[in-house]
């Protein structure tokens, strides 16, 4: 089944919000075996939504249309599908009835304009939305299908998930189940170079992306369940394993805190941190993890040189080797171990502004870590966007960090 996602809505065209309904379906579909082919944004313009209404109409067995159905005049969903389909609006008393309920318990007055939600044409079967005013339409014609879903996010969430996606999953042959390995220290094209033997398979299909939080593999196979699915998939997993090893970290909802988090717990050890240019995230980002107050002792955020001081690091090392430096950020974890009394400290110190700091330039980053006693220092040189710094430098403290849990 080929489908067709159409957002409707000239505040998209604009920049205004961003298209978040197309990205929620083309994250629902695979699931159920449906295969999307084209997006398409509109704004709200009569002979623009036909035209590439007409269009889907003649290359997908499935168009879903988000957006438009309000009561106002520049919601013009329902006459431009009614205009391709060849049939004429008529009010149904049913959906009036049901609308003026609903503003009655609301304490208001059902305005006339909201009459025009009620309209539906011969082929449509209309789609309750208890959370908003506006009807779906399922419509199906000439071996096609066509769902019309309200614009708020709230509204059509809903709508998909109880009334449309349990029809389509009766009208699909298949589901479309995936999983996804995230992979830490190694780069986009060396993880393609070394998947590629595994990589021209048709079902299930392996894809290589680079995110955040490292190279992500996405391992997918169609199949009539699910259970057939995962015995397409086992192979293919194992081998992935075999080929990447320890450089997988996590899969499909892991986050990297709670990887890390996982191996302190199950080693026993304790975490504590001290902060300069990350400012408190790196702890932040730690105790996301459920349970990280049995393994994290704490943690400091010492912007000024004399804060590192009264931490506890050594005034010789920074008058020696400067706040920004691999000896200040190993003397930080020393001194944010040894102060909550932590098997393991975590420094930070870098310059994450525009403007440099201490001759140093900025996007500069060092990261210490006193490990029971094994010392080791990481440098990162990232560009100079403050946020983007901040959070690459976490990133890569619990990347080093899981490598030496794992050595």
Excluded at 200 to 210: F, K, L, R, W
Excluded at 276 to 296: N, R, V
Excluded at 353 to 381: C, E, M, R, W
Aim: with cysteine; proline share 5%; aromatic share 6%.
């Amino acid at each position: 089944m080929k489908a067709e996602i159409i957002s409707i809505g000239t505040e998209l065209l604009l920049g205004e919000i961003p298209d978040t309904n197309a990205s929620y379906l083309a994250s629902q579909l695979p699931l159920l075996g449906i295969d999307l082919n084209w997006v398409s944004q509109v704004g709200d313009n009569h002979a623009r939504l036909v035209e590439v209404l007409r269009r889907a109409w003649d290359r997908s067995d499935l168009i879903i249309t988000g957006g438009g159905l309000g009561p106002t005049e520049d919601d013009i969903t329902r006459e431009v599908v009614a205009e391709l389909l060849g049939e004429e609006m008529i009010l149904d008393q049913t959906l009036v009835s049901e609308m003026e309920q609903m503003f009655l318990k609301r304490g208001w007055k059902m305005p006339e304009r909201n009459l025009k939600q009620a309209m539906v044409t011969s082929s449509v079967t209309s789609v309750p939305n208890p959370y908003g005013t506006a009807p779906g339409w399922w419509v199906e014609k000439d071996g096609r299908m066509l769902v019309t879903l309200p614009g708020p996010p709230r509204e059509l969430h809903r709508m998909w998930t109880q009334e449309i996606a349990p029809r389509l999953r009766k009208k699909s042959t298949s589901i479309l189940v995936s999983r996804v390995f995230k992979l830490l220290t190694l780069g986009e094209a060396t993880v393609d170079e070394m998947a590629s033997p595994l990589l021209s398979s048709t079902n299930p299909t392996i894809g290589v992306y680079a995110k955040f939080d490292g190279i992500h593999l996405r391992l997918a196979a169609k199949a009539a369940n699910e259970q057939a699915a995962l015995d397409l998939m086992a192979p293919f997993e194992q081998q992935l394993r075999d080929i990447f090893g320890t450089n997988i970290w996590g899969t499909d909802d892991d986050t990297l805190e709670s990887a890390v988090g996982g191996m302190l717990t199950e080693k026993g050890l304790s975490l504590a941190t001290m902060e300069s240019c990350t400012g408190g995230l790196l702890a932040s980002t730690i105790t996301d993890a459920p349970g990280s107050s049995a393994y994290f002792k704490g943690g400091l955020v010492t912007y000024a040189t004399q804060s590192k001081i009264d931490s506890g690091v050594d005034p010789a090392v920074i008058e020696k080797h400067g706040v920004i430096s691999a000896e200040t950020a190993l003397a930080m974890a020393t001194a944010a171990r040894d102060r909550f009394g932590a098997d393991i400290g975590i420094g930070v110190t870098g310059v994450a502004g525009p403007d440099g700091l201490d001759g140093k330039d900025a996007g500069t980053v060092h990261i210490g870590i006193d490990y029971q006693g094994s010392k080791k220092n990481v440098f990162i040189n990232l560009p100079p966007r403050r946020i983007e710094v901040k959070r690459r430098a976490v990133l890569l403290a619990l990347a080093e960090l899981r490598k030496l849990l794992i050595a």
